[in-house]
């Protein structure tokens, strides 16, 4: 006879806290009590050992609360190299704070160039890494439209005269690569 498993049950962080919230204004509650309380209410199992691990990783939970995305999400995974992701989220919040619009080939690009900078070598950069990063940070994708919201002509008019200066001692042909590299690494320098 086969034996049979128990049905797995992840709760969101958002029933996590809950349950926290429960048992502090409930402070004589017992973990049973708790677990049968949330039971009935959300019509799930909840195993007594689960309001355990949750009351015991109460700081954690309440603290990931706010960082995350969304409630509804199950876990807090944070990013492998905080230190890369941690750059690159100032670096963009200086860049749209300024209303440049940057693009997710800017981003990994920018994110690339931090790697360099901080050792990174054996990470890949990927849509997927992209995506999750955008979720961490709330990041989405707009549209910046009008002149208000345009990058001001006195920084394109400079843009244009350094790029000039540049090239003009380079073959034609290599211009385009020559003026990538200007885009990329130079006009988004940061000063931190």
């Not at 689960?50 to 807090?76: C, F, Q, W, Y």
């Not at 002149?147 to 380079?170: C, F, H, M, Q, W």
């Amino acid at each position: 006879m086969a034996s049979l498993k128990r049905k797995r049950t992840a709760l969101d962080i958002d029933k996590k806290s809950q349950i926290i919230k429960y048992a502090e204004s409930h402070p004589t509650a017992t973990q049973q009590s708790i677990s049968n309380h949330f039971s009935t209410i959300w019509d799930i199992t909840v195993k007594r050992r689960t309001v355990g691990d949750i009351l015991n990783d109460k700081a954690k939970i309440l603290n990931s609360e706010s960082d995350l995305g969304s409630p509804a999400r199950k876990r807090h995974r944070s990013a492998h190299h905080v230190d890369l992701e941690s750059a690159l989220y100032v670096w963009f919040a200086n860049a749209r704070a300024q209303n440049i619009p940057i693009s997710d080939d800017i981003l990994k690009t920018k994110a690339q160039k931090f790697g360099d900078e901080l050792g990174i070598q054996t990470f890949h950069y990927s849509n997927g890494w992209l995506n999750r990063f955008k979720t961490r940070h709330k990041i989405s994708s707009q549209v910046i439209s009008g002149e208000s919201a345009g990058i001001p002509t006195a920084l394109i008019d400079e843009g244009r005269k350094k790029a000039a200066d540049v090239i003009k001692n380079y073959d034609p042909r290599m211009c385009l690569i020559l003026t990538k590299r200007v885009y990329f690494t130079d006009y988004f320098q940061t000063d931190n």
